[in-house]
Antibody, heavy 117, light 105 residues
Framework: QVQLQESGPGLVKPSGTLSLSCAVS?????????WTWVRQTPGQGLERIGE???????NLNPAFKSRVTLSVEKSKQQFSLHLSSVTAADTATYYC??????????WGQGTLVTVSS | IQLTQSPSSLSASEGDRVTLTCRAS??????LHWYQQRPGKAPQLLIH???TLRSGVPSRFSGSGSGTDFTLTITGLHPEDSATYFC????????FGPGTKVDFQ
């Protein structure tokens, strides 16, 4: 059974960097899947941030491209999101997920990140 | 590619047949998928590639459509089907529709 679990600070200061990790179990991170981050806000709904392959290759949503870094740590079976220069508009629930055939097949439970001083 | 969903919300009763619509701004080669999100939970994939039910999804859920217009039908609504339903396309990048909230009367 594939499981994903997000972790990271629930509060980030404005202009700071939001950093989250996603621990993957039940399937090797090096399997032929892309790993992705999605966020959800009441106003914007579900927004894809970007995907990363275990090779390190990324596909990023242009809306986030200038502020996002994705990385993988194969030895730890986890991948990470770093979003810089955050504002209150980045307050959201952040999900990690596994992409199979263009679908978001498996999701973490989500983690709420609030941007506030 | 933009996805629109209608209605934005609806209220229905147990046993009702419910039809949700998703429209794409251009043809998406049937790369259209549906998700269910219960309150406080992550979305879950229900149907992929227009009409293929994911393993374990009840058969009262079905999907259809082609071109730019797609539907998700729930035949015989159950109380646990109260949720928000999102469509998603994977023809060009990956984008979601805004969702339809289904409330149980």
């Amino acid at each position: 059974q594939v499981q994903l679990q997000e972790s990271g600070p629930g509060l980030v200061k404005p202009s700071g960097t939001l950093s989250l990790s996603c621990a993957v179990s039940g399937v090797p991170l090096t399997s032929s899947n892309w790993w992705t981050w999605v966020r959800q806000t009441p106003g914007q709904g579900l927004e894809r941030i970007g995907e990363i392959y275990h090779s390190g290759h990324t596909n990023l949503n242009p809306a986030f491209k200038s502020r996002v870094t994705l990385s993988v740590e194969k030895s730890k079976q986890q991948f990470s999101l770093h979003l810089s220069s955050v504002t209150a508009a980045d307050t959201a629930t952040y999900y990690c997920a596994r992409v199979i055939g263009g679908t978001f097949a498996d999701w973490g439970q989500g983690t709420l990140v609030t941007v506030s001083s | 590619i933009q996805l629109t969903q209608s209605p934005s919300s609806l209220s229905a009763s147990e046993g009702d047949r419910v039809t949700l619509t998703c429209r794409a701004s251009q043809t998406i080669n049937n790369k259209l998928h549906w998700y269910q999100q219960r309150p406080g939970k992550a979305p879950q994939l229900l149907i992929h590639d227009v009409s293929t039910l994911r393993s374990g999804v009840p058969s009262r859920f079905s999907g259809s459509g082609s071109g730019t217009d797609f539907t998700l039908t729930i035949t015989g609504l159950h109380p646990e089907d109260s949720a928000t339903y999102f469509c998603q396309q994977s023809y060009s990048s990956l984008t979601f529709g805004p969702g339809t909230k289904v409330d149980f009367q």
